[in-house]
């Protein structure tokens, strides 16, 4: 029984006990819920006594037959809240109470109450006017592993038929439901569809039943999370971010008038423990953000969609996505009062660096990520254009990044001889961004090269050349103090160790490049949270390197 929508709620207008034995009723003989069993016009009169004796007479429970009725009342919290419902359950339970002890299989009958929902805040109360209290257990995500062993042996033959079983963006989808039980209903529900049976490419496939799951998930909890929120973008926004950040929590802690432990009571979300036992870091499944994302539109949700191209170029999509939610989170929480500078340990948490990169100050705006023109035979992209007449893929004219309102995450041309990215925060704040991925991730492999200084290093003369008219400086292993060199790689770094203990103790330390910031194998899943997913990562085992470098 579902009392928060299937079987609808107590009107008042009869007796709750009459109400219960209607929705009994409903359920046991004709397994359907009570709202759409209004019609069989039940009597009036009809208590759960009364059900009980029929039930007795149709299954001939005399002598040694016995009945055991598991109950399942699903969302209970909506028969304790001030709703119409409210107290049903204690009404239910001293109905029901004869029926539950073990000598109550003297009546043949035996009913053993299971109370589920997505709120368990109401799990620590005793029932009303008895000594019982209901024993409730908190259920965290299932592993990867059990989700996709439960859509497939529900869908086998069709994955068979369709040959998704190890294809990466079938797999990528999978793994974005973060583990829940009802996306993966969804999802189940959705490959099953006979639409799906018309279509015959993978790509096509795949993101028709990826975004029916969103569009699922988005109306399911859209309500609910309207209500929980009371309307507060602030609150959705503190919740990604605190997500993305992995940041450490307290239930007491506010995200806008209402605390961690209120939306955890609602089963939105999961709480991950941490060393300090009254420390958390939130968790929402990238589909939860994507569904999030489609209603208060933080970036392009197509720029969300990596069901469609899981290629060699998806880790800087991937990244580049990232980048941009991030970014437009911290910018739509500027809006509200009490925010602080946003600096670039906010845009890459987990990063090291020195102090005072890390700490330095970005007049960041609303971010959108483009694509840059230029002839790669010519070795033109974005390093070789003036920030006043940058040409942008898509628009009728090149954009002045001097001048315009919004930033611009300016993806270069493929190859290109200098960085992968690049954004203008400022003439005092420029961010140049290489992607270094291993290739063949998302058919499983792991690392085996290290990044080295030696390599980085080249890379810094690779963006600091004469030929870069955006700096216009002599070739230097040297970057300008307004330059920023932010590498985003998932192969390990070599002095990783030597380097993160003594970034974090002094203020700067010779050997590492001033102006780097880098996120590397060991802190990548701090910097991509969610995003750092099968077809992103693996974790390096220092047994399988095959010695340093960088693919470049």
Not at 58 to 64: D, F, G, I, P, T
Not at 105 to 132: A, M, V
Not at 230 to 246: D, P, R, T, V
Not at 313 to 326: G, H, K, N, P, W
Request: overall charge neutral; glycine content about 4%; aromatic content about 12%.
């Amino acid at each position: 029984m579902n009392f928060y929508s299937a079987d609808g709620f107590f009107n008042g207008t009869d007796n709750k006990e009459n109400f219960f034995a209607q929705c009994f009723a409903s359920h046991f003989y004709f397994r359907q819920p009570y709202s759409e069993g209004k019609s069989l016009k039940f009597p009036k009169n009809l208590t759960f006594s009364m059900i009980s004796r029929d039930i007795k007479q149709r299954l001939n429970l005399y002598a040694e037959n016995r009945l055991l009725i598991f109950l399942h009342l699903d969302e209970f919290y909506a028969l304790t809240s001030s709703n119409p419902n409210a107290h049903l359950l204690d009404s239910i339970i001293r109905y029901l109470v004869e029926f539950m002890l073990c000598q109550s299989f003297d009546n043949h009958i035996c009913i053993l109450p299971l109370l589920t929902g997505t709120n368990f805040s109401t799990g620590n109360d005793s029932i009303t006017g008895s000594k019982i209290t209901p024993h409730y257990i908190t259920l965290f995500p299932l592993s990867n592993d059990i989700i996709y062993s439960i859509i497939y042996k529900m869908c086998d033959t069709k994955i068979d038929q369709l040959k998704l079983k190890e294809f990466p963006s079938f797999k990528f989808s999978i793994e974005s439901l973060g583990g829940i039980p009802r996306f993966a209903e969804q999802f189940i529900r959705s490959l099953n569809n006979e639409d799906v049976d018309t279509l015959t490419d993978r790509y096509t496939i795949v993101q028709k039943v990826y975004q029916s799951v969103i569009d699922g998930v988005s109306n399911l909890y859209f309500y609910q999370w309207n209500d929980i929120i009371k309307g507060h973008k602030l609150a959705s926004i503190n919740l990604i971010i605190f997500s993305l950040i992995q940041r450490e929590i307290k239930l007491s802690d506010k995200l806008n008038g209402i605390t961690v432990r209120d939306i955890q009571d609602s089963g939105v979300i999961f709480l991950k423990p941490t060393a300090n036992q009254n420390l958390f870091t939130i968790t929402l499944p990238i589909t939860l953000i994507q569904a999030i994302n489609q209603r208060l539109h933080f970036v392009d949700s197509k720029a969300l969609d990596f069901t469609s191209n899981i290629d060699a170029d998806l880790f800087e999509s991937v990244m580049i996505a990232l980048q941009t939610l991030r970014q437009n989170l911290l910018f739509q929480r500027k809006k509200y009062p009490g925010h602080t500078p946003i600096t670039f340990r906010d845009l890459y948490p987990g990063a090291i660096g020195h102090q005072e990169d890390l700490n330095f100050e970005v007049p960041i705006e609303e971010l959108e990520a483009v694509n840059c023109i230029g002839n790669q035979g010519n070795h033109e992209g974005v390093h070789s254009f003036d920030l006043n007449k940058m040409p942008i893929r898509g628009s009728e004219s090149p954009i002045n990044l001097l001048t315009s309102k919004k930033q611009y995450l300016i993806r270069n041309v493929p190859m290109a001889p200098s960085f992968d990215a690049f954004i203008f925060h400022s003439n005092n704040c420029k961010e140049a961004i290489q992607y270094k991925s291993y290739q063949d991730i998302s058919n499983g492999t792991q690392p085996t090269r290290q990044i080295c200084l030696t390599d980085i290093k080249k890379e810094i003369i690779k963006i600091s050349n004469n030929h870069n008219r955006l700096y216009n400086q002599p070739s230097s292993t040297n970057l300008s103090p307004e330059v920023k060199l932010c590498l985003i790689s998932n192969k390990p770094f070599k002095d990783f160790e030597k380097f993160k203990n003594e970034l974090s103790t002094t203020p700067s330390i010779t050997g590492f490049p001033k102006g780097l910031i880098l996120v590397s194998n060991e802190t990548f899943t701090t910097f991509a949270a969610q995003f750092a997913h099968f077809a992103t990562f693996r974790e390096y085992h220092s047994e399988d390197s095959q010695g340093d470098g960088m693919d470049i």
